[in-house]
Structures are given as structure tokens and as C-alpha cells.
């Protein structure tokens, strides 16, 4: 206890994780572990305390998924414990009390909304200090006349579809046993939902149930373009009883789906450093209360680690994420599976036969899509191309899909450096590559499957982590030597310094292998045990 040791339960600190509020609970008579978030006097909120050592507990608020996927609604809330079947306010040190001011926080939306929350000092009525959080969602007074435009755009687009979407659903009614799989940012079909599609021809699942697929680059067509695919698109969901995306799917924004109709994350990545969806909440995250992610009935990532990651990426409670694995690691360290791809890529590409390979597969820069890129310059072409030609190696670089600009790859170093950014599968490359560089991406997860070294490329770490933000530190969680030059990635290739051991803990901590597939596990508890409720 600090400054009030006759009490039984105080709180004795409270400070911010990103989009956690956590607050530190000590006592001797916290016997029942649980706090209750209150607004009105009526409990919105049971907390369950995570324990930190004797007589010290943890209670983590999400604000952006306080329950059931949803951010809190405007209004005053308070704490409190259960005590002889009465609820009682939680007490705050006076420490605390000095801090509260300076806890306020802003999180912006397209620089005309902001979610703000604030704390403020309470006084109880014995006199006891305690605090309230209020939560507001702001909205400038006088939008621009573009922004008001383009809101009631969207809002109509939304109100339009929904019509179109319960019609559809309507005349769909029987939806049973017919499964979507589908993607609006990947054509053709590939990845975890390429590796799910071949489960289930080869436990001939499709026998029974009608498979469709939709797989189109949605969010590089035109609006009238977009309308036309969207018509389609509500057609085809509307008759579904699962649907199963690998991405971000924008549609499911515009439409409520159908009881009948279960909506399946199977995300695409492993983890890697980026933040995406409401881990960057206040800077350029999803709409606080509308965004496709909430959607989601289930969310299937790599391993139980990664529950909490997700949980917080798309706005949804940790029993939605289920961590049955990624499909495509399936038969990922199957030998015949990589001697067959191997060969085949040395068959397609003589040049890479008998040669050691760095793959260069680093993120985008820029705020998305349209407007992503690289700056090649940061490549030291002359320096890598000599490193190649003394130890043999080929460099193969591998841009994100995101960037369509090519590098300029001068002639005289075409015999050792080879652009592959339009090679589809990745992870077809990762088999015969013998060092991966990159700098945020997820790649990592795959290729640390192979206890093969890693570089990160971190030129601009310090920049990249304040402007795109990141899941976790860096430089505490790279699984392997981090440069800053590309002078450093040269040194560190010669001298052999990829600093190994770092692999290996983030394989424990991040990389759940099972017995059973990934594939078979969401067959078996998602598609034949699934049910629907209306």
C-alpha cells in the first residue's frame, strides 16, 4: 500500500498502453478478482484482474472494444468492487489523484472527429478520493462542404446496400451448407484461403457443401465500378451460410450480415511489427464505430500468443480469436512439398541453380494502397551485387503488392540482382532462400519456420514506429540483428552476425505448431460442427 495502509482496496496507479487503460489495484481483502465498470449505477462492465504479484492485481479496459465489439457511448463511468452484495467505489491514492490530469486522452478520426477520454477526481461520501472516465465522441461543428458531401454519400451508399442486402437475403433464405470464400484485396485465390479451398477438395467437403468464390482487387476500381462488384458481391454473400475472407473486406462496412450468415477471418499474416486496424486507433485507424473488422463471428491467427494482438486489432472480444493456425503452414516443412517447389522454381529460373539466395521482401512505405512505395535509393545495388559475386549469392527483391513502381536494376548487376516482386507466393521463395532482410513485415513468421537468419533493414525505425506505429518495440522483438545502413547489412552478411538467438524466442513466443491442420480444425469445428442461430 502507499499512502493509506488501513484500507483495505486502493488503486495506486493508472497509465496508458496504447488503446489500454490499465489500472493497478492493491489490498489484502481483494478476495473476489473482479472490478465493475459502472455508468447510471448499472454495471456495464465485468473486469477480470490479472494478477502481478501478492496483494497486487491488473484491470485492462480495451476502449475500443468494451463489449461485444463496441466502443463506449458517450457518457460517465465509475469503478467499483463487490463487497457484502454491495458495490463500492474503488479508491484512489492521492498519488493518482495528482496523475489524473495528465492521463486525458485524444484519439483523432480524418482530423474532423475525435474520441476523447478524460478522468477526473471524485470525492466520495466519506470523504475518500476516487475517479470517474468520461468518454465523448466529437465531432467538428462546421464540416467541410466536401466532408459533408462525402458523409452523406456514404451513409446513403450504406442505407442502399443494407436494402439491396436484406432483398437478397430475403430471397435467399435457405442457406445451408453453401460457403463463400472470398477477398477483395488478392486475385486469385491464394494463401491461408488457397491452402483451406485444397482441405476441402481433398476431404471432399465440397461433395456436400456448394463452394463459391469472389477473389477481385475491389479497392482499385472506379465508384461506378465498385457499385457494379458490390451488387455481385451482396448477391453472393446473401445466400451463404459461411464466408471466409483472408483480408480487409470494405463491403462488410455497408451491410448487416444475416443471423443465418457467419462471417470468418482467416488473416493472412503471422504477426509482424505494423499496427493495422484498431491497434492505430487515434492516428489512421478504422471508423471507432462502423469498420468491416468488427464484423467478424471468428478470427483464426497463428497461435494463443496472438489472441490479445487481434483481440485488439479488429475491435473484437478474445473468444471471437481462435488459434487454430495459418492453413498455408499446413504442410509448410514438408520436405517433398519444398523439394517439389524448389525444383520447380529452379526449372522456371536456371540463373538461381547452385547459388546461395538473399530475398529482400521489405513492407511499403506510405499511408496505404494508392499511395504506397519504396525509396530504392536506400538499396546499395553496387555494394550488395559485389557481395553477391565473392560468396556466390543471388539477391532477389521482393516488393510489397501494395508498390507497383519497379526497381531500376542497372545491366551490369542483372547477372546477380533479379527484381521477383511479380513472383506471386512468397513463401515459394522463402524454401530457397538462405538470409531473408526485411524491416516491419509479417514475412517473418513464415520464414522463421525454416531457422533461417534474418536481417532487419531499419533505416528509418525510429520515424516509422511514431508515423505507421507498431504492435510491440522493435528493438526488444526482431527475431535477429537489426541494421540501420545498408553498409551494416553487408558487414553483418560477412561476418556471419544475424544474431541467432533472438529466432528462437520469438519462435516460442509467437509460433504455435499442432499436431492437427489448421485446415482441418476450421473444417471441423467452423464448418461441419458449425451452427447458425436466427
Known amino acids: 500500500m502507499t499512502d493509506n495502509e488501513n484500507e483495505d482496496v486502493i488503486i495506486t496507479d493508472i497509465f496508458w498502453d496504447r488503446i489500454y487503460l490499465n489500472i493497478i489495484i492493491e489490498g489484502k481483502k481483494l478476495n473476489n478478482k473482479t472490478i465493475y465498470l459502472f455508468s447510471n449505477d448499472i454495471v456495464i462492465k465485468e ?6 504479484e501478492e496483494n497486487k492485481y491488473k484491470a485492462i479496459i480495451n476502449i475500443t472494444n468494451i463489449k461485444n465489439g463496441k466502443m463506449l457511448d458517450n457518457g460517465v463511468y465509475s469503478f467499483k468492487i463487490l463487497e457484502k452484495d454491495e458495490y463500492i467505489d474503488l479508491e484512489i491514492s492521492n498519488q493518482v489523484g495528482y496523475k489524473l490530469e495528465y492521463l486525458d486522452r485524444i484519439y483523432r478520426y480524418k482530423n474532423y472527429y475525435a474520441y476523447t477520454v478524460s478522468l477526473k477526481v471524485r470525492v466520495l461520501k466519506n470523504e475518500k478520493l476516487s475517479f470517474s472516465l468520461k468518454s465523448t465522441f466529437m465531432i467538428v461543428n ?7 458531401f462525402k458523409k452523406r ?29 472470398m477477398s477483395e484485396t488478392r486475385s486469385p485465390i491464394s494463401g491461408n484461403l488457397k491452402a483451406l479451398q485444397e482441405r476441402i477438395h481433398e476431404r471432399k467437403i465440397d461433395k456436400e457443401y456448394k463452394i463459391t468464390y469472389f477473389f477481385e482487387k475491389t479497392l482499385e476500381l472506379s465508384y461506378v465500378q465498385l457499385l457494379i462488384k458490390w451488387i455481385k458481391l451482396a448477391w453472393l454473400i446473401s445466400k451463404q451460410e459461411k464466408v471466409f475472407i483472408d483480408d480487409y473486406s470494405p463491403i462488410f462496412a455497408y451491410i448487416n450480415l444475416s443471423s443465418k450468415t ?3 477471418q482467416v488473416w493472412h499474416a503471422g504477426v509482424g511489427f505494423k499496427s493495422v486496424g484498431y491497434a492505430r486507433f487515434g492516428f489512421t485507424g478504422p471508423e471507432p ?11 483464426i491467427v497463428g497461435s494463443k500468443a496472438l489472441i490479445p494482438v487481434y483481440s485488439e486489432v479488429f475491435g473484437i472480444d478474445k473468444e471471437k480469436i481462435l488459434p487454430y493456425g495459418l492453413p498455408r503452414l499446413d504442410n509448410y516443412l514438408d520436405e517433398h512439398k519444398i ?9 522456371s529460373y536456371p540463373i ?9 521482401a521489405p513492407t511499403f512505405r506510405g499511408k496505404g494502397q494508392k499511395q504506397a512505395y519504396y525509396p530504392f535509393e536506400k538499396i546499395d545495388l553496387e555494394g550488395i ?34 527484381d521477383f516482386s511479380s513472383y506471386k507466393d512468397i513463401n515459394d521463395l522463402l524454401y530457397l532462400t538462405d538470409i531473408l532482410i526485411t524491416d516491419y513485415s509479417s514475412n517473418i513468421y513464415d520464414f522463421s519456420l525454416l531457422n533461417k537468419p534474418i536481417l532487419f533493414y531499419a533505416f528509418d525505425l525510429e520515424k516509422y514506429e511514431l508515423i505507421n506505429r507498431v504492435h510491440r518495440p522493435i528493438k526488444e522483438y526482431a527475431p535477429g540483428k537489426i541494421c540501420y545502413t545498408f553498409e551494416e547489412i553487408i558487414k553483418a552478411i560477412n561476418e556471419n552476425d544475424f544474431e541467432m538467438e533472438k529466432l528462437q524466442k520469438y519462435k516460442e513466443e509467437n509460433v504455435n505448431i499442432q499436431e492437427k491442420k489448421a485446415s482441418d480444425l476450421i473444417i471441423d469445428n467452423l464448418i461441419l460442427k458449425g451452427e447458425n442461430n436466427d
Do not use: G, W
Request: glycine share 0%; aromatic share 14%.
Open 385 to 418: 551485387f559485389r557481395l553477391c559475386e565473392q560468396k556466390n549469392y543471388i539477391f532477389l527483391i521482393k516488393m510489397h503488392p501494395f508498390v507497383k513502381e519497379k526497381v531500376q536494376i542497372p545491366e551490369k548487376y542483372s547477372s546477380r540482382i533479379i
Open 339 to 347: 523439394n517439389t517447389v524448389v525444383n520447380n522454381i529452379y526449372s
Open 262 to 264: 457467419k462471417l470468418i
Open 153 to 181: 454519400l456514404i451513409k446513403c451508399a450504406k442505407s442502399l446496400f443494407n436494402v439491396i442486402y436484406r432483398i437478397f437475403n430475403y430471397i435467399h433464405y435457405n442457406k445451408k451448407n453453401k460457403i463463400l470464400l
Open 289 to 299: 464505430y462502423t469498420s468491416c473488422h468488427r464484423k467478424y463471428d471468428y478470427a
Open 47 to 52: 473486469i477480470t484482474l490479472e494478477y502481478v
Open 352 to 360: 538461381l541453380k547452385d547459388k546461395k539466395v538473399i530475398l529482400f
Open 142 to 148: 462546421k464540416l467541410p462542404l466536401k466532408i459533408k
